[in-house]
Structure formats: structure tokens, C-alpha cells
């Protein structure tokens, strides 16, 4: 069973910066995709951002420009850097993990507990 831990949430003024991170508690198969969605109160989960573990990225056109999330395998670490937050960007983030089981093909999703980012004006 793996377990994603997050951290870097908080509090913080329209125009400025946070950092997220997510850990992964086990080792992981080396086919995957680490990313983050969010969901604000009274809207569906959304993607913010998602990379493969060939290194792809994908990002919805509301953060092009001001997200980038990148990866340390070695760490089975992903990161969401967040510039020139709004506050349109207040959500609870989840860190999202999904993973293919050798052989079988099978994918394997996980999430961690949330957290809270909070954009002010």
C-alpha cells in the first residue's frame, strides 16, 4: 500500500508563491504519473497539473504560465511550484499518484489527504 504525504499548503496574498510537495511512502513501479488536482467548495476535482514518469507534462489552460510541477524519482517526490497565485486558486490540492502494475497492465491510483491552499485579495 502506498501512502502520499503532502505538504506546502497554506495561507498566502494574491500574487504570491507557495511550493507543494508529495511523497510517496513506498517504492512505486517505475511506469507512472505523479500530478496534483484540486477542488474548491461546490466544484468538481479538477487537474492542476500532471507528469508521467518519462517526464511529460500536462497542464490545464488556468495555470499554463504560473504552476510548474516537476519530479524527483529517486525520491518519489512530485512538487508543484505556484506563482502569481489568484484567488480562484483556493482549493484543497491533492497529490494523485498512478502507477501500472507490470505484466497485468493493471493501473493502481492513489491519493493523499489534501491540502489546503488558501489565495487572499
Known amino acids: 500500500q502506498v501512502h502520499l504525504v503532502e505538504s506546502g499548503g497554506g495561507l498566502v496574498q494574491a500574487g504570491g508563491s507557495l511550493r507543494l510537495s508529495c511523497v510517496a511512502s513506498a517504492t512505486i513501479f517505475s511506469i507512472n504519473t505523479m500530478g496534483w488536482y484540486r477542488q474548491a467548495p461546490g466544484k468538481q476535482r479538477e487537474l492542476v497539473a500532471s507528469i508521467t514518469s518519462r517526464g511529460t507534462i500536462n497542464y490545464p489552460d488556468s495555470v499554463k504560465g504560473r504552476f510548474t510541477v516537476s519530479r524527483d524519482n529517486a525520491k518519489n517526490t512530485v512538487y508543484l511550484q505556484m506563482n502569481s497565485l489568484k484567488p480562484e486558486d483556493t482549493a484543497v490540492y491533492y497529490c494523485?499518484?498512478?502507477?501500472?502494475?507490470?505484466?497485468?497492465?493493471?493501473?493502481?491510483?492513489?491519493w493523499g489527504q489534501g491540502t489546503q491552499v488558501t489565495v487572499s485579495t
Open positions: 494523485n499518484l498512478v502507477t501500472i502494475v507490470p505484466v497485468t497492465g493493471t493501473p493502481i491510483q492513489y
